[in-house]
């Protein structure tokens, strides 16, 4: 096998240069000359480990995921010791929701390469995309003994640390770093996340780093959103920008995480209903929170129109690669209700929405001018104690909706409901209780609604 990382002097590796011109074909999209490279690097330097690699995030990038895993088992099998090989074969796992197979390539190549700061960079991200909190904090750890007091490595592991529940240490390291730049708006931004997630979010340093925060950008949503939760308030709903960067960072795993390790299982439910009700699927949809498309799988293409509608962009991304909504629209869901003319639509979705965009009051009677006589708003919320608030902003981040008031307000936004208590899904092995609202427009006696 040959590598050419052991080899010396200036003509040592004569196929370097064709490597070099053939990845960056691969990342400009320039597949064809990258094969014509990687084709004139082959005769010179047959079966190399290198031109296998190459070859594997070529048809990767072409869309064929069967020829991206060959060509790296390929790779393996030549190099099975070179950890650049097994880096990116680790990287191609994760990318591919391979988790359990990407964790375990990932530890082989930090055992065979522990003081490689790159390897390093990659087993932490595979970690990161696999769930693998535990798993992160270990090789961070090990990091910072590389590489001492390195900022975006405490930064790194004081969020898994918070997430791990281990709120001390993580606010230990905030502590240092906001020390270490009081005007930083990252380290005063994780330390408030960090009490928040810790049940401090009214204690004096929460409410000192919520101020210091929208004193360094006063018109910045997310922060004015903290600083109200820090004074004990409970605002309408989650700011958009707050919901866009949270979906966008879980876009390429969410259906994995969602569904295969938390059991959410809302959109294939509500699906069911739907085409139980409207069997010829003569119908026009609009999924509110459409997310990476879960709904539009299980409901499949429809004889109307189907209408996806997130804040996410990355979410709609992936949502349009199932092939079966008409048009998307990434707005908020009150916009999106707000702008949407009059009897439009047969049915409605907002399938775990409301946790994010919070108050009902205006967004019921909106869906309820949207629909078409006869028509079926299907929502979902996390339930709230009776003997509390109507709207409760739990330690999560979620709202959650007292059953009497969602009620209530179905009432008088002129719905008839069917309510059904249910797990939403788990988290951290627990089950979350919710509640899916079927929302019924009365038809009206001389409606006729088109398809």
Same mark, same amino acid.
């Given at each position: ?24 074909? &691969? ?32 048809? #990767? ?62 087993? &932490?991200? +595979? ?144 699906? #069911?209903?739907? +085409? ?30 189907? &209408? ?121 092995? #627990? ?21």
């Amino acid at each position: 096998m040959t590598t050419g990382r052991n080899l010396q002097g200036p003509f040592a590796d004569p196929i370097r240069k064709h490597l070099e011109t053939a990845r960056r074909q &691969i990342s400009q999209g320039q597949l064809k000359q990258a094969a014509l490279t990687l084709n004139q690097a082959q005769r010179i330097l047959p079966g190399d480990a290198r031109l296998f690699m190459l070859a594997a995030l070529m048809a #990767e990038k072409s869309g064929n995921k069967a020829g991206a895993f060959d060509a790296m088992r390929r790779c393996v099998n030549v190099a099975p010791n070179w950890g650049p090989g097994l880096l990116e074969m680790a990287l191609l796992q994760a990318r591919h929701n391979q988790f359990a197979d990407a964790v375990q390539t990932a530890e082989k190549v930090a055992a065979l390469e522990p003081n490689n700061l790159q390897v390093l960079a990659g087993v &932490i991200d +595979i970690a990161h995309r696999a769930g693998a909190m535990e798993m992160a904090v270990t090789h961070l750890r090990r990091g910072l003994a590389l590489v001492p007091n390195d900022m975006e490595l405490r930064r790194l592991l004081a969020r898994d640390l918070s997430a791990l529940g281990q709120h001390e240490e993580a606010l230990a390291l905030w502590n240092g770093l906001v020390a270490e730049n009081p005007s930083n708006r990252y380290a005063l931004e994780g330390r408030l996340d960090a009490l928040m997630t810790a049940g401090l979010t009214t204690s004096a340093q929460a409410q000192a780093d919520a101020d210091a925060l929208v004193a360094l950008q006063p018109d910045n949503p997310t922060y004015a959103y903290w600083q109200q939760l820090t004074q004990g308030q409970t605002p309408a709903q989650q700011p958009v920008e707050l919901s866009r960067e949270l979906f966008d960072g879980m876009a390429d795993t969410y259906d994995m995480h969602m569904v295969g390790q938390l059991g959410y299982r809302l959109p294939k439910l509500v699906a #069911e209903k739907i +085409i139980q009700r409207h069997p010829d699927k003569q119908i026009n949809v609009l999924d509110l929170g459409c997310g990476t498309g879960l709904l539009g799988v299980y409901l499949g293409r429809l004889n109307g129109y189907l &209408i996806g509608v997130d804040v996410a962009t990355k979410m709609v991304e992936q949502a349009a690669r199932h092939q079966v909504y008409d048009r998307f629209h990434t707005v908020n869901l009150h916009d999106a209700l707000q702008a949407t003319p009059d009897s439009l639509y047969h049915v409605l979705t907002a399938l775990d929405v409301f946790i994010y965009a919070g108050d009902l009051t205006n967004a019921l009677p909106n869906a309820q001018r949207i629909l078409l006589p006869g028509g079926v708003l299907y929502f979902s919320c996390e339930i709230a104690p009776e003997d509390g608030p109507d709207l409760v902003l739990q330690a999560s981040g979620r709202y959650a909706h007292k059953r009497s008031h969602v009620e209530a307000l179905c009432a008088q936004a002129g719905f008839e409901i069917e309510v059904e208590e249910l797990v939403l899904r788990r988290e951290a092995g #627990e089950p979350v209780q919710g509640l899916l609202i079927t929302a019924h427009k009365p038809a009206a006696a001389d409606s006729h609604p088109a398809a």
